[in-house]
């Protein structure tokens, strides 16, 4: 199984974390009290869903990404001092954050701040996040400082790492930061938990999800805009009733309640495209799979993906639009009408390409 992503579940305590866990992955963590909890989500993908269709296979494959279920954040009673150990060090495991945020109203579940605050809930976690960084900021900063010789590289990167701690100090995310490629680097040995793209997941009683409308909604919306963080608003019970039902009643049930696309579904795709994820297609009786890829990857390197041996016998990959062979239904069409192009190894791959790789090896 080929996983080039994985994304974390952060939030408060009885916010639903662990239920989106049960959806986006199929298994039950609810009974495991360990620091973190793991499981494989596919990516929806309508094009797979399609192609399938066409081809019949005996096997279909959608990209998965690994979604982490980490232990519920106990705040800081202390300013600047940071969550339990556990959580931190679970949090630099993943690429990327999915903080679950309790909107919905519900009397029978304890809130551990005492009432509804979902923009509150946003800013203490934010806060956590932050005082981690800057707990490790303030130490290395410290080191190069008190050290009897500072070489060139390390005035560089105290000075690199002076620019995160204002950052962060003004309440800002790492990664926002206009950084060059070669500070993102330096960046990486600290293993900072604010340059992790991060992506609001709302979870709403099924009357706020129907209104569209929930407390503090403008508030974290702005939010969201000034630190560029995308939102999705999702209800748990909702979705729980969409995953109990058959696949005959799923899509009239979906309808009457005007939603296009599950929760669960959005979510997996927007972690997907947070990263700058792609997916090329492989078609065949065989099977019909969706394989991931960084945006920019070669036609070369997408072979190796499939196998090392594909890229290194590569001569050519013959490549088809999805939309164009939709339109048309077929290869041979595709071929008849000049649509199908031969491209060569440091072609770019792009979004939805249906490739055949020919090689020798």
Same mark, same amino acid.
């Given at each position: 199984?080929?996983?080039?992503?994985?994304?974390?579940?952060?939030?408060?305590?009885?916010t639903?974390k662990?239920?989106?866990f049960?959806?986006?992955?199929?298994?039950?963590?609810?009974?495991?009290?360990?620091?973190?909890?793991?499981?494989?989500?596919?990516?929806?993908?309508?094009?797979?869903?399609?192609?399938?269709?066409?081809?019949?296979?005996? !096997? /279909?494959?959608?990209?998965t990404? &690994?979604?982490?279920? #980490?232990?519920? *954040?106990?705040?800081?009673?202390?300013?600047?001092? +940071?969550?339990?150990?556990?959580?931190?060090?679970?949090?630099?495991?993943?690429?990327?954050?999915?903080?679950?945020?309790?909107?919905?109203?519900?009397?029978?579940?304890?809130?551990?701040?005492?009432?509804?605050?979902?923009?509150?809930?946003?800013?203490?976690?934010?806060?956590?996040?932050?005082?981690?960084?800057?707990?490790?900021?303030?130490?290395?900063?410290?080191?190069?400082?008190?050290?009897?010789?500072?070489t060139?590289?390390?005035?560089?990167?105290?000075e690199?790492?002076?620019?995160?701690?204002?950052?962060?100090?003004?309440?800002?995310?790492?990664?926002?930061?206009?950084?060059?490629?070669?500070?993102?680097?330096?960046? !990486? /040995?600290?293993?900072?938990?604010? &340059?992790?793209?991060? #992506?609001?997941? *709302?979870n709403?009683?099924?009357?706020?999800?129907? +209104?569209?409308?929930?407390?503090?909604?403008?508030?974290?919306?702005?939010?969201?805009?000034?630190?560029?963080?995308?939102?999705?608003?999702?209800?748990?019970?909702?979705?729980?009733?969409?995953?109990?039902?058959?696949?005959?009643?799923?899509?009239?049930?979906?309808?009457?309640l005007?939603?296009?696309?599950?929760?669960?579904?959005?979510?997996?795709?927007?972690?997907?495209?947070?990263?700058?994820?792609?997916?090329?297609?492989?078609?065949?009786?065989?099977?019909?799979?969706?394989?991931?890829?960084?945006?920019?990857?070669?036609?070369?390197?997408?072979?190796?993906?499939?196998?090392?041996?594909?890229?290194?016998?590569?001569?050519?990959?013959?490549?088809?639009?999805?939309?164009?062979?939709?339109?048309?239904?077929?290869?041979?069409?595709?071929?008849?009408?000049?649509?199908?192009?031969?491209?060569?190894?440091?072609?770019?791959?792009?979004?939805?390409?249906?490739?055949?790789?020919?090689?020798?090896?």
């Amino acid at each position: 199984m080929l996983i080039i992503m994985k994304i974390g579940l952060i939030g408060l305590p009885s916010t639903g974390k662990t239920t989106f866990f049960q959806l986006l992955t199929g298994t039950d963590s609810s009974q495991n009290k360990s620091e973190a909890n793991f499981g494989i989500a596919k990516v929806p993908d309508d094009r797979i869903d399609f192609l399938s269709g066409i081809y019949k296979p005996k !096997k /279909t494959t959608h990209a998965t990404i &690994e979604v982490t279920d #980490i232990q519920g *954040i106990q705040p800081s009673t202390t300013a600047g001092k +940071s969550s339990s150990l556990h959580f931190l060090e679970a949090v630099r495991q993943v690429d990327a954050l999915v903080h679950v945020v309790r909107a919905f109203e519900d009397d029978n579940v304890f809130h551990t701040e005492g009432s509804i605050d979902p923009y509150r809930d946003i800013e203490i976690v934010n806060l956590e996040l932050l005082f981690a960084d800057l707990a490790v900021m303030e130490n290395r900063i410290h080191r190069i400082e008190t050290s009897k010789k500072i070489t060139k590289e390390n005035q560089q990167e105290l000075e690199l790492i002076r620019r995160c701690k204002e950052c962060l100090e003004n309440e800002g995310l790492l990664y926002n930061m206009d950084l060059t490629q070669e500070e993102r680097q330096i960046l !990486k /040995t600290f293993n900072f938990l604010t &340059e992790r793209p991060l #992506i609001l997941l *709302i979870n709403l009683d099924e009357d706020q999800f129907i +209104s569209g409308d929930y407390s503090k909604k403008d508030e974290i919306a702005a939010f969201a805009r000034d630190k560029n963080i995308p939102v999705i608003e999702v209800c748990a019970k909702i979705e729980l009733e969409i995953g109990q039902l058959e696949d005959e009643y799923k899509s009239a049930f979906m309808e009457e309640l005007g939603i296009t696309e599950t929760g669960t579904g959005k979510l997996a795709r927007a972690a997907y495209d947070l990263l700058g994820l792609i997916s090329f297609i492989t078609v065949g009786e065989d099977e019909v799979r969706a394989w991931p890829i960084r945006v920019g990857t070669s036609a070369r390197e997408a072979a190796g993906k499939v196998h090392s041996d594909i890229a290194r016998g590569f001569i050519r990959a013959e490549v088809a639009g999805f939309q164009d062979f939709k339109a048309h239904g077929s290869m041979q069409k595709l071929k008849e009408k000049g649509l199908l192009r031969l491209e060569g190894k440091e072609a770019i791959v792009e979004d939805g390409d249906i490739i055949n790789f020919r090689f020798n090896v």
